[in-house]
């Protein structure tokens, strides 16, 4: 049973960092995707940033592109959200996510994710 496990959210004053940290486990990763994904309060889930395991290629939404860095660790499964830049509108409950890769496609919509954790809160003052 693949079982994520975030850390590293917190509270940050705007123009700061963070660093999201994702353990995984229970599974083998190289046909996977690895995603972080946001909700904010009233909104719905939205794509933040996904990373091949296998091959490290990395993607991002438009609104974080330049400012946040998805990257992982094979020796520890784990999977880093650094968060630069931080804006108030960042403000959102932080979920990791894994979907395997089909067709060689790495899905944007949170809807496509199999497993998830159970988020981590960023909260970004002004």
């Known amino acids: 049973q693949v079982q994520l496990v975030e850390s590293g959210g917190g509270l940050v004053q705007a123009g700061g960092s963070l660093r999201l940290s994702c353990a995984a486990s229970?599974?083998?990763?190289?046909?996977?995707?690895m995603g972080w994904h946001r909700q904010a309060p009233g909104k719905e889930r939205e794509f933040v940033a996904a990373?091949?395991?296998?091959?490290?290629?990395?993607y991002y939404a438009d609104s974080v592109k330049d400012r946040f860095t998805i990257s992982r660790e094979y020796a520890k499964n784990t999977v880093y959200l650094q968060m630069n830049s931080l804006e108030p509108e960042d403000t959102a409950v932080y979920y990791c996510?894994?979907?395997?890769?089909?067709?060689?496609?790495?899905?944007?919509?949170?809807?496509?994710?199999?497993?998830w954790g159970q988020g981590t809160q960023v909260t970004v003052s002004s």
């Open positions: 996510a894994a979907d395997r890769v089909r067709y060689g496609l790495v899905n944007r919509n949170p809807r496509e994710y199999d497993y």
């Open positions: 229970g599974g083998t990763f190289d046909s996977y995707a």
């Open positions: 990373i091949r395991w296998s091959a490290g290629s990395t």
